[in-house]
């Protein structure tokens, strides 16, 4: 009855037709009414009682913000026809109530959100800015009121921390407690104005689904609204923001880094977000507390506790070094007196005593780039004799040479250097120094006076070895820092904190590996503006998507070594640059993947590294099949070309080796091998030698699959012939259906299902014959993977190739994707069907990236083929190319390749079958090894494009690499190279997890 009495107030004050539905409320009424127009409403009904001053302040400012910033997402009141905006009802009871009535903004509750990414919270921190600037003149008498929730009167906890019983916990609150009194005299001299003051995450709308990016869609409920500093109101909202943030000190800069460029906030200001954001907790976990002893059975009055407790005791963050950050991310100055030194720097610039006792004008700069440098050669792991020699192809006689400033680079090998648990973490790589590289025990001289505050011995595997930290004063009173890194220790007998160094004055020498953390003899030398939150600990290099505060805190030194800034500041290539180039100058149906693409510069095993050193995890690109940059690989190709590289019109051993390598994999009834350049090269041929051999020319092939880019090869791709604007099926060429038991016409229930989807051939058959064409062959990838990494039943290849070779037919078996080792338990793909195909297709994987594809034959084949006309690939026989191609082999059997796809397979496919039981998105698991297949389907069991497309991107936010494929493009493709190991598949599964719980909430 109670909707039926609020849709009839609606009706006869608003003139409003609607359907209610009652909204959660803490004491009023709140009810979504929908128009008949579709037109949304929240009509509020106020708690009997309510003071008309609260419920016409909210609407006033509600007003107010419509008017000074209408483009804020903010509810607008709407009135009456009488025009009124608030009005007093009678509820069923007869109380009367006020009542007043918003328009509906779309979307959801920040808290229900997903991804909460930085971006979205920096919008956030922009429209709490907005709404600032809109109230900071709006007037109120109910502004001034005396309430629990107005952090200017946040002292009352102190009285109340009795309630606290856990000790540490207690002394966590305490400690809150006596920082905000200290606070108290400052944020009191602070203007006030209206604020919203209760920006919680249920106060926030965000809309925007899967793929269409989030934004914040409203700003509701000012029922807490009050007057005081706008930097209470930034604080509130943050205080919500990192709750179970898995980085709450970058979501907090983006959040104040949003503000700031809304309603600029002074750097004061600034520094008062942490003090007031952990005050705000430490009141709302003492309230809890204070009403769950009231209210034992009222769930709602602790339903923030446990999150802010986690925080509370979890956070690791340091004040100093978290207000340098959100300065930094503001671009106010990152400390107090920072421009002022900066400034005096570049005025001292060429006045400084010169670091190693000579002008570094004229040095030369090497690069140790994640681009232009192939240290380490593993990424993950340098040992100390390949550290020793970093660098050493810039040496030149013991002349100095110097690395650069903010250069991306991958010798910081060490798991310290990564921020999170799996080797694709994100990773700190960018240096923030400049190196001067001379001979061990090269004297360095104090560039200007300077105290010492550190001078000790670092002995950890490629740590600093010797280092000195140096206090200096500029002549105003601002204090800065410099480093001095990897030195020969002997300065310990004469250097202790405390003691001066003057400037030009011979202090410390370059160690030599064994002194010096196990580096190449050099200097690490680093400007630091404060040491508040990094003290004698400092970061050397930095993450790159946090530069932003590394450059400030940390700026390039190059006027100390009386050096301009760009000699020595390293600039990475700039994706945007090539990415235009790349749009001028290659064809617009080249594609890139992901919507924000990857530039990629480094690889190894199955990862891969961007220019800025940032690394992912490759679980997509079968083409480096025994992994990326692999040393055997580098190893021969470098021989052979230091030898020579011909052609099959000239012996060589590599060739018959590589024949009879390939050859040893296969059944006995394969004798002879072609090589060519590529896997669509060998398609080709095998479209000849089908038709050589049988007279005839007509071909089977089922339908959505791929076998290369030629006029030939398209002609039997369906994914390519069949696509808007494609050439159109040829009249030679019969489809049939895909022998998919998950989504075609025969399911897995069915046991006779393989039979069946072979008896598709008969009528292709038959047509074939009927046009005359006859039929040359039958050819399919072996599990069609463009098709959706389908694994057919087993039995349906043998049956398919009885029916073609009856026909007079030749059945070809393109193992492109499925081949050498990564199924696990089979070699081939059609060893799992138990078939014997005529002509084997081999592809990309068997060169790991060098242009190479084999196809392998019958003596009777090929010799159908051989009709006196030559045959030549000039380089797909090459003896480079073989020597490579074996080698690919070689390394499969001696690493254990095969049985590493087949035991990380399982491992991979024993987690995707837990996300399909838990899921309803997932539709299905396939796959055999490292050949997978996750398809994804919407609530109608329709294929889901958007899931998928919204899952790949996902994944590479998380530096993941993975693809989609079938006709919808809908499933997610899954197949590293087979170096992959147990903690990557479990980044996979645990990653592919939490985005699936970003689609349930979208």
Avoid at 267 to 296: C, F, G, H, K, Q
Avoid at 308 to 313: M, N, V
Avoid at 507 to 527: E, I
Avoid at 899 to 923: D, F, P, S, T, W
Wanted: glycine content about 10%; overall charge negative; charged content about 25%.
């Amino acid at each position: 009855m109670t909707l039926a009495h609020w849709a009839k107030a609606l009706r006869e004050h608003w003139g409003i037709e609607a359907e209610l539905t009652r909204l959660d409320g803490e004491y009023d009424l709140n009810f979504l009414a929908k128009g008949q127009d579709g037109q949304g409403y929240i009509l509020k009904a106020m708690r009997p009682g309510c003071d008309e001053w609260l419920v016409d302040m909210q609407v006033k400012a509600f007003e107010h913000i419509a008017e000074r910033q209408p483009a804020l997402p903010c509810p607008r009141v709407i009135a009456s026809p009488s025009g009124q905006s608030l009005l007093t009802l009678p509820d069923e009871s007869g109380q009367y109530r006020l009542v007043w009535l918003l328009n509906q903004l779309p979307g959801r509750c920040y808290a229900k959100a997903e991804p909460k990414s930085n971006a979205l919270i920096q919008e956030v921190g922009r429209v709490l800015g907005g709404a600032a600037k809109a109230l900071a003149d709006f007037r109120h008498e109910g502004l001034e009121r005396d309430f629990k929730w107005d952090l200017m009167r946040a002292g009352w906890v102190t009285e109340k921390l009795s309630c606290i019983t856990p000790p540490e916990r207690l002394a966590i609150l305490d400690d809150i407690s006596t920082e905000f009194a200290k606070l108290e005299p400052v944020l009191a001299k602070l203007p006030k104005q209206a604020i919203h003051n209760d920006a919680n995450d249920y106060n926030i709308m965000v809309a925007g689904e899967l793929n269409a990016p989030r934004h914040v869609s409203g700003l509701i409920d000012l029922g807490d609204m009050c007057a005081a500093p706008r930097v209470c109101d930034l604080a509130i909202a943050a205080a919500y923001i990192v709750l179970d943030h898995p980085a709450p000190e970058t979501a907090l800069a983006s959040l104040v880094a949003g503000y700031h460029e809304a309603c600029p906030l002074t750097a004061a200001e600034v520094d008062m977000v942490w003090p007031l954001l952990r005050m705000r907790l430490a009141v709302s976990v003492v309230n809890s507390t204070l009403m769950a002893a009231e209210n034992p059975d009222d769930p709602y009055v602790t339903v923030s506790q446990a999150p802010a407790w986690r925080f509370l005791e979890g956070n690791t963050l340091h004040g100093g070094l978290l207000n340098a950050r959100l300065r930094a991310a503001s671009g106010l100055p990152v400390v107090d007196g920072a421009d002022r030194i900066m400034a005096w720097i570049e005025q001292e610039r060429g006045n400084f005593a010169s670091l190693m006792g000579e002008d570094l004008a004229e040095a030369p700069m090497g690069s140790l780039s994640v681009e232009q440098s192939t240290w380490p050669q593993n990424p993950f792991h340098m040992p100390l004799e390949e550290a020793a020699q970093v660098g050493a192809e810039f040496e030149d006689r013991g002349q100095i040479w110097l690395g650069y400033y903010h250069e991306p680079r991958l010798i910081y090998t060490d798991a310290a250097f990564r921020k999170g648990p799996w080797k694709a973490s994100n990773r700190r790589t960018v240096h923030l120094a400049v190196d001067a590289f001379a001979r061990a025990g090269t004297a360095m001289f104090a560039p200007l006076r300077g105290e010492v505050v550190v001078a000790e011995y670092r002995s950890g595997h490629l740590d600093y070895g010797g280092v000195i930290i140096l206090r200096h004063e500029t002549p105003e009173g601002d204090s800065f820092f410099t480093l001095y890194g990897h030195l020969d220790p002997e300065f310990l007998d004469r250097l202790k904190p405390g003691d001066i160094v003057k400037k030009g004055e011979e202090f410390c020498r370059l160690g030599d590996p064994s002194q010096n953390g196990g580096w190449a003899p050099h200097v690490h030398f680093q400007l630091a503006l404060t040491t508040d939150g990094i003290e004698t600990d400092w970061p050397g290099v930095g993450d790159p998507d946090e530069m932003y505060l590394w450059r400030a805190l940390c700026p390039n030194p190059a006027a100390l070594l009386n050096l301009p800034n760009e000699k020595v500041h390293y600039k990475p290539t700039s994706k945007d640059s090539v990415l235009a180039g790349r749009r001028a100058h290659f064809g617009g149906n080249l594609s890139l993947t992901y919507s924000d693409p990857v530039m990629l510069v480094r690889g190894w095993k199955h990862h891969l590294f961007d220019e800025w050193g940032r690394p992912y995890l490759d679980a997509y690109n079968n083409v480096p099949h025994v992994g990326h940059a692999h040393p055997r690989i580098q190893a021969v190709a470098a021989d052979q070309l230091k030898r020579m590289n011909s052609n099959t019109r000239y012996l060589h051993p590599a060739q018959t080796a590589f024949a009879g390598k390939v050859l040893s994999k296969l059944p006995d009834h394969f004798e002879v091998c072609f090589f060519v350049n590529s896997g669509t090269e060998a398609n080709e041929l095998a479209l000849r030698l089908a038709r050589a051999h049988t007279g005839a020319k007509g071909m089977v092939t089922p339908d959505h699959g791929y076998h290369g880019n030629t006029t030939g090869a398209i002609s039997i791709s369906a994914y390519k012939f069949n696509k808007p604007g494609g050439i159109g099926q040829a009249d030679w060429v019969e489809l049939i259906e895909v022998a998919d038991d998950y989504r075609g016409s025969f399911r897995r229930d069915d046991p006779d299902r393989a039979q069946k989807y072979a008896g598709f051939v008969d009528a292709a058959i038959d047509r074939l014959q009927e046009k005359g064409h006859g039929v040359a062959g039958f050819i399919a990838e072996t599990f069609p993977s463009v098709g959706g990494q389908i694994i057919p039943p087993k039995g349906y290849l043998p049956a398919v190739y009885e029916k073609i070779r009856n026909a007079g037919g030749v059945c070809i078996a393109d193992e492109v994707q499925t081949g050498l080792g990564r199924l696990g338990d089979c070699y081939f793909g059609f060893e799992h069907q138990d078939a014997l195909p005529d002509i084997v297709v081999l592809g990309k994987p068997i060169g790991n990236g060098h242009p190479l594809g084999v196809l392998v034959t019958t003596k009777a084949i090929a010799e159908s083929f051989d009709n006196g006309i030559e045959f030549f690939s000039t380089f797909g026989g090459s003896t480079l190319s073989c020597r490579i191609g074996k080698e690919v082999l070689d390394i499969v059997d001696e690493e254990g390749l095969q049985e590493n796809a087949r035991i990380q397979g399982e491992q991979l496919i024993e987690g995707l079958k837990a996300l399909e039981q838990k899921y309803a998105c997932v539709g299905d698991v396939r796959g055999l090894g490292l050949f997978l297949g996750l398809e994804l389907i919407n609530p109608d069991g329709s294929q889901a494009t958007e899931i998928c497309s919204y899952v790949k991107n996902r994944m590479r936010d998380h530096r993941i690499l993975i693809g989609s494929e079938g006709p919808k493009d809908n499933i997610l493709k899954i197949r590293p190279p087979l170096t992959i190991d147990s903690d990557d598949t479990d980044m996979i599964v645990k990653t592919l997890d939490s985005i699936l719980q970003e689609v349930e909430a979208a």
